[in-house]
């Protein structure tokens, strides 16, 4: 399968884009669509915090540390400047994120020769009560665009402004949604290690950028390093309220099948990225099924991981769309049926 010129975005791509940022704008606004309000008690809490930031300037509160700071001082900021309702932000900004999210996502695996499908994938990862999602104004949410981000960055770029750039959205993760900054860890780690033989310093340049945020900015966050690990080895069942079967129902069937199908492809064509974004499927699949298997593991990284896993799901779901939608008919096939338009667009 010969590799399309994927540096230069096809005409084809901007109009295929549109709709698919409609759907995920309306897949994002459905819950918002006759509410105006919050719809999750973690939303309240954010707006909550969110004034109340506001109106201390503070970011502590009945002196313990407020966690998702740069969550609240984001929001919190952004609401003095725009004038714009803290209910209009709660109702819309959700779909605008996700939006920007499934853009991210574009960017990435556009790259690779499969952008739009992987955007169209990502539209239909689900929220519910239980894991959230992109419907709910959350911290997950927001941070969930940065993993794109991170990895097109890792994948395309070995400056030093590309490290730096790598270096502040780790600390922007730190202070915004810790999980979500080891998630990405946790996906990077397989393109790390398969970088140490002929790209040393590329590698290098990623751990750094990673690590250093963990143990430098945030003493607080290198403090609990500790107690976390220890968690790591005791048993702890999960919550009878996430039932993964059920997620998966909500998900679908179909990208499910998609993503085994783009495993298939993307092992094929090889490449350091192709393999690190099987591995890093793979790496978040291993440790939600440890957890889930076992029950040994940090319990917020399972909750918070299912989403991770799908954003992964989705991408590499694209790759194996873009498998299908290049199947064509065998010369011979061609000749004897004699109609080129169908052979040629047969997937």
């Known amino acids: 399968m010969t590799q399309p010129n994927v540096h230069r975005i096809p005409k084809f791509d901007y109009l295929i884009l549109l709709p698919i940022m409609a759907l995920a704008f309306y897949i994002a606004f459905i819950p918002h669509y006759n509410y105006p309000y919050p719809l999750h008690v973690d939303e309240w809490i954010n707006l909550v915090r969110s004034k109340a930031l506001m109106e201390t300037g503070n970011i502590t509160f009945s002196g313990s540390f407020l966690l998702e700071t740069g969550f609240h001082l984001f929001w919190s900021g952004f609401q003095t400047i725009s004038g714009i309702s803290w209910m209009d932000i709660f109702r819309y900004f959700p779909a605008i994120i996700f939006i920007i999210t499934v853009l991210s996502v574009y960017v990435l695996a556009q790259r690779q020769g499969f952008g739009w499908e992987a955007a169209l994938f990502t ?19 927001l941070g969930l665009l940065f993993i794109p981000l991170s990895l097109f960055l890792a994948f395309n770029f070995k400056t030093g402004w590309s490290y730096l750039t790598l270096f502040i959205f780790t600390c922007f993760l730190l202070t915004l949604h810790a999980p979500t900054a080891v998630g990405l860890a946790i996906i990077l780690v397989p393109y790390i290690l398969l970088n140490l033989k002929g790209s040393f310093k590329h590698s290098l340049g990623l751990t750094l950028a990673l690590i250093i945020p963990f143990l430098a900015p945030f003493p607080w966050i290198f403090q609990m390093l500790l107690p976390t690990a220890k968690a790591l080895f005791i048993s ?40 690190s974004l099987i591995f890093g ?10 957890y889930y298997t076992f029950h040994y ?6 909750f918070r991981g299912l989403m991770y896993m799908m954003l992964m799901m989705s991408i590499v779901a694209g790759a194996g769309l873009m498998g299908v939608r290049q199947l064509k008919l065998p010369a011979r096939v061609d000749a004897w049926l004699k109609a080129p338009l169908i052979t040629q667009n047969v997937g």
């Open 236 to 275: 702890q069942p999960p919550p009878t309220y996430i039932d993964l079967p059920r997620i998966i129902q909500v998900y679908g069937y179909l990208p499910i099948l998609f993503c085994l199908l783009g495993t298939f492809m993307l092992a094929i064509k090889g490449g350091k990225k192709n393999y």
């Open 281 to 290: 499927l793979l790496a978040l699949l291993v440790m939600l099924v440890v």
């Open 123 to 141: 539209c239909l990862i689900p929220t519910t009560a239980g894991i959230l999602g992109p419907s709910f104004l959350i911290a997950m949410s």
């Open 297 to 302: 593991g940090v319990e917020i990284m399972y």
